[in-house]
């Protein structure tokens, strides 16, 4: 009997099996592979979601600082030229106040100064129901009872950097009556920015929010401290400007009280010495001469009176006003021969020429309050008056033969420190020549202006 032959798909059996098992363990590891990937994709895509992140909270922070920029370019500019024609301060820190709480989206807010009483702030301006007013007019509770700065418990002044109070929260140092009253107006938390300037504060800008947000605030903490920087600058501008005012105040007085010095006692001086010689002259009963002095004493106060007024109105004197230099020297000198007491000359030296009129001025000026110290003190008989014109100065001397004085010595009234004054507004300086028993020179010179003023 014929068996019949084994079956090839038997013998190759192993063989699909052991293919199939290679098989599986390729995809297996494929698998893993693929898994490895997806595992390390899905890492990369979430760090590429958190750069994402960073890069839009970088646009959005980038944005909002461009836009806080822009805003704070606006406001500078708008703030300067409100500045620029207005010179009144408190309608430009009104206006800094409204914008900066327009700016920020807040419902009002306050400017605060510090107290006239130390340790504590006075209410200035309150924007409030869309108006700025004076604190006068507030119903704050502050304006009866200013609050207290610094120390503990420390209030809503802070004294370094800007601060956030949410008014549902407890703060400390402040006041109910003062919480309640702001609350009433919707408030529901405050900004406040100190004003520094250097390492004084100068002040404090407040912002009022009708939300609670205190994260929202601080968010505009940069823009507010920008902002409260040109109130700063501001109120500085103004106390230079105020500075100024009263130093110009304080020399005009001066130069009143100089000329005022200067006339009178002049005038007063050679009044006084005429009627001293009338005097003389009626007890000698040579009344024309009497008469004489007495008219040139009439004179004398006549003119005082005059040049008292023209100097009050900050005008030239009277012996300027239709005439130059050397013809008031010639006038001034005409006055001391009329006393009867000391003789003057006047001396030309150098080619002569115009000078600035406030030198003109100043010299005769000078030239007053010396011989007015000549009648008065040295017995002169005779005072010379030389004007030198010098290639680089002009220089007024005026010398008596009297008996002198000491330079150094301790002398009162105003006459020596008003010509000093006087001398150094023309940029020149005052030389005093005298000694006890030999007269007294005093020379001025006045160096010539720059070529081209």
């Known amino acids: 009997m014929n068996l019949p032959a084994p079956a090839s798909d038997d013998r190759a059996q192993p063989d699909r099996v052991g293919a199939l098992e290679a098989r599986i363990d390729a995809l297996t590891r494929e698998l893993a592979a693929q898994r490895t990937r997806l595992g390390t994709a899905m890492s990369r895509a979430w760090q590429l979601g958190q750069e994402n992140k960073v890069l839009e909270l970088e646009i959005a922070q980038r944005r909002l600082a461009e836009e806080l920029a822009r805003g704070q370019s606006e406001m500078l500019i708008q703030s300067l030229s409100f500045l620029a024609s207005e010179s009144n301060l408190d309608r430009f820190l009104g206006h800094v106040l409204k914008a900066t709480v327009d700016q920020l989206d807040g419902v009002g807010g306050t400017l605060w100064f510090p107290g006239q009483i130390e340790g504590t702030a006075r209410l200035h301006l309150e924007y409030v129901e869309s108006r700025i007013i004076p604190a006068v007019e507030s ?29 549902a929260h407890e703060v400390s140092g402040l006041p109910e009556e003062t919480r309640a009253y702001i609350m009433s107006l919707g408030v529901r938390a405050l900004l406040t920015v100190p004003m520094i300037l250097g390492s004084e504060t100068v002040g404090w800008l407040c912002i009022r929010s009708s939300r609670m947000d205190a994260m929202e605030m601080e968010s505009k903490i940069r823009m507010a401290e920008a902002l409260a920087g040109q109130a700063t600058l501001a109120i500085q501008m103004a106390r230079l400007g105020e500075q100024a005012r009263q130093a110009a105040i304080l020399d005009e007085r001066n130069r009143i009280a100089r000329d005022i010095h200067d006339t009178l006692a002049q005038g007063f001086t050679g009044v006084v010495l005429n009627l001293e010689a009338s005097s ?168 010539n202006p720059p070529a081209g003023r």
């Open 139 to 167: 119903r704050h509770p502050a304006v009866q009872h200013p609050p207290r700065v610094g120390g503990v418990p420390s209030g809503t002044f802070p004294g370094e950097h800007a601060e956030t109070y949410v008014l």
């Open 280 to 447: 003389r002259a009626l007890k000698k009963q040579n009344v024309p001469l009497a008469l004489e002095h007495i008219e040139h004493s009439r004179r004398l106060a006549q003119g005082g009176l005059e040049e008292a007024r023209l100097s009050v109105r900050a005008l030239r004197p009277d012996t300027l006003q239709n005439a130059d230099i050397l013809q008031a020297l010639d006038t001034l000198v005409q006055r001391v021969g009329a006393t009867g007491v000391t003789q003057g000359r006047v001396l030309l030296i150098g080619e002569r020429r115009s000078i600035a009129r406030e030198a003109e001025v100043e010299l005769l000026r000078i030239a007053q309050e010396s011989i007015t110290n000549v009648l008065k003190h040295t017995r002169a008989r005779e005072v010379v008056l030389t004007l030198d014109f010098r290639a680089d100065a002009v220089c007024l001397t005026i010398a008596d033969d009297g008996v002198g004085f000491d330079p150094d010595g301790r002398h009162d009234g105003f006459g020596l420190v008003g010509m000093r004054e006087r001398a150094g507004r023309l940029g020149a300086r005052l030389h005093i020549d005298s000694a006890p028993g030999r007269g007294t020179r005093v020379q001025v010179c006045v160096p």
